[in-house]
């Protein structure tokens, strides 16, 4: 089932306006979950909004809450506040964009947060204001560690973009093989998953994305340590909570996530003229794409061009939602007296 980008946009954004979102609170949360769905990130797409409205319907989110910025100079630190984290992942990229285009460098601290979408959204909007930019985030528990049996960290996903002529180069990973929210994809769609994506209660792989309890980390020991990292930096370092100390978000009603996400962004024109920093930009990339393919390949492409594909042939044919997904949204719906679109087959 398919349902064109400008109308799932429209629908959420109306959706978001009933459950007391501000109108241009609304249009910036829909505009985080579509350009997910758009960019084949279905996992930080409409998925997501059951559960933003489960914990608002807790107590646990606020629609109406402003997070607050603080600190000085290059190094600042974000209080959430209760607000969606999407709105805390806002607060800290513009802070880090002003400060690095004051200083050259900026690093901003978030604590008190919530899932706030995939990281490479404020990577990339860094990027288009002419930054280099990493963030990272932790989670809650669910991928074990090297060598353990239980979960230690969370996909904790690391994002990076630097600008170019065109899209900004884009990387948008998790620590772990695979992202919780792909698992509840195939979940949703009623499909098997690789063998290296998660283990069963009892530790071993499994391929039934229903049996998975933990998630492994992508690499083994290199993945662990990245995961590793970022929980430095994004729970450690922010004051956020750490490991299981961080509320559960589809289970763990008792409590806010107190999720932490940490942002870095350097002015390009700080160390070289922008046009020849783009110049080399472009140059890195042709490079690249003049690699003779492997078999089995057609193109070798540079970071985040896969999904700048997947932007064009949704934008052109629609989003690809499943039918469980659809009827949840439709559900959603009904209740704040939204009703969902016609979708096409």
Same mark, same amino acid.
């Given at each position: 089932m398919?349902?064109?980008?400008?109308?799932?946009?429209?629908?959420?954004?109306?959706?978001?306006?009933?459950?007391?979102?501000?109108?241009?609170?609304?249009?910036?949360?829909?505009?985080?979950?579509?350009?997910?769905?758009?960019?084949?990130?279905?996992?930080?797409?409409?998925?997501?909004?059951?559960?933003?409205?489960?914990?608002?319907?807790?107590?646990?989110?606020?629609?109406?809450?402003?997070?607050?910025?603080?600190g000085?100079?290059?190094?600042?630190?974000?209080?959430?506040?209760?607000?969606?984290?999407?709105?805390?992942?806002?607060?800290?990229?513009?802070?880090?964009?002003?400060?690095?285009?004051?200083?050259? /460098?900026? @690093?901003?601290?978030?604590? =008190?947060?919530?899932?706030?979408? %995939?990281? #490479? !959204?404020?990577?990339?909007? &860094? $990027?288009?204001?002419?930054?280099?930019?990493?963030?990272?985030?932790?989670?809650?528990?669910?991928?074990?560690?090297?060598?353990?049996?239980?979960?230690?960290?969370?996909?904790?996903?690391?994002?990076?973009?630097?600008?170019?002529?065109?899209?900004?180069?884009?990387?948008?990973?998790?620590?772990?093989?695979?992202?919780?929210?792909?698992?509840?994809?195939?979940?949703?769609?009623?499909?098997?998953?690789?063998?290296?994506?998660?283990?069963?209660?009892?530790?071993?792989?499994?391929?039934?994305?229903?049996? /998975?309890? @933990?998630?492994?980390?992508? =690499?083994?020991?290199?993945?662990? %340590?990245? #995961? !590793?990292?970022?929980?430095v &930096? $994004?729970?450690?370092?922010?004051?956020?909570?750490?490991?299981?100390?961080?509320?559960?978000?589809?289970?763990?009603?008792?409590?806010?996530?107190?999720?932490g996400?940490?942002?870095?962004?350097?002015?390009?024109?700080?160390?070289?003229?922008?046009?020849?920093?783009?110049?080399?930009?472009?140059?890195?990339?042709?490079?690249?794409?003049?690699i003779?393919?492997?078999?089995?390949?057609?193109?070798?492409?540079v970071p985040?061009?896969?999904?700048?594909?997947?932007?064009?042939?949704?934008?052109?044919?629609? /989003?690809?939602?499943?039918?469980?997904?659809?009827?949840e949204?439709?559900?959603?719906?009904?209740?704040?007296?939204?009703?969902?679109p016609?979708?096409?087959?």
């Amino acid at each position: 089932m398919h349902i064109a980008a400008d109308r799932l946009q429209t629908w959420v954004t109306e959706l978001l306006t009933a459950w007391s979102y501000s109108p241009e609170d609304a249009a910036y949360l829909a505009d985080t979950l579509i350009d997910a769905n758009l960019r084949g990130i279905d996992s930080h797409g409409v998925i997501r909004l059951a559960a933003y409205r489960a914990r608002l319907d807790a107590g646990l989110a606020s629609a109406t809450a402003t997070p607050v910025v603080s600190g000085t100079g290059a190094a600042l630190r974000v209080d959430a506040n209760g607000a969606a984290g999407q709105f805390a992942g806002r607060a800290a990229a513009t802070a880090a964009r002003d400060a690095a285009r004051e200083y050259g /460098i900026a @690093a901003v601290a978030v604590h =008190g947060s919530t899932h706030f979408g %995939a990281a #490479g !959204y404020y990577a990339r909007w &860094l $990027a288009s204001e002419g930054l280099v930019a990493i963030v990272v985030s932790n989670s809650e528990p669910i991928v074990v560690p090297f060598g353990g049996r239980a979960a230690l960290f969370g996909t904790n996903p690391f994002a990076f973009a630097a600008p170019t002529s065109g899209a900004p180069l884009s990387l948008d990973m998790a620590t772990s093989t695979s992202a919780m929210g792909k698992v509840m994809v195939a979940q949703a769609e009623g499909r098997s998953v690789p063998a290296d994506w998660g283990v069963d209660a009892d530790g071993a792989p499994t391929t039934d994305p229903n049996a /998975i309890t @933990a998630l492994l980390p992508a =690499g083994g020991p290199k993945g662990y %340590a990245l #995961g !590793y990292l970022v929980e430095v &930096l $994004a729970g450690v370092l922010t004051g956020a909570a750490i490991t299981h100390g961080i509320g559960n978000m589809y289970s763990d009603f008792s409590k806010p996530q107190d999720v932490g996400h940490f942002l870095i962004a350097v002015d390009v024109s700080r160390f070289l003229p922008r046009e020849e920093f783009l110049a080399r930009m472009d140059a890195l990339a042709e490079e690249a794409h003049g690699i003779q393919p492997a078999p089995g390949f057609s193109a070798v492409l540079v970071p985040g061009e896969p999904e700048e594909r997947t932007r064009a042939a949704r934008t052109a044919d629609g /989003i690809p939602l499943p039918e469980t997904t659809i009827a949840e949204l439709r559900g959603l719906g009904d209740d704040a007296g939204v009703a969902f679109p016609e979708v096409a087959a």
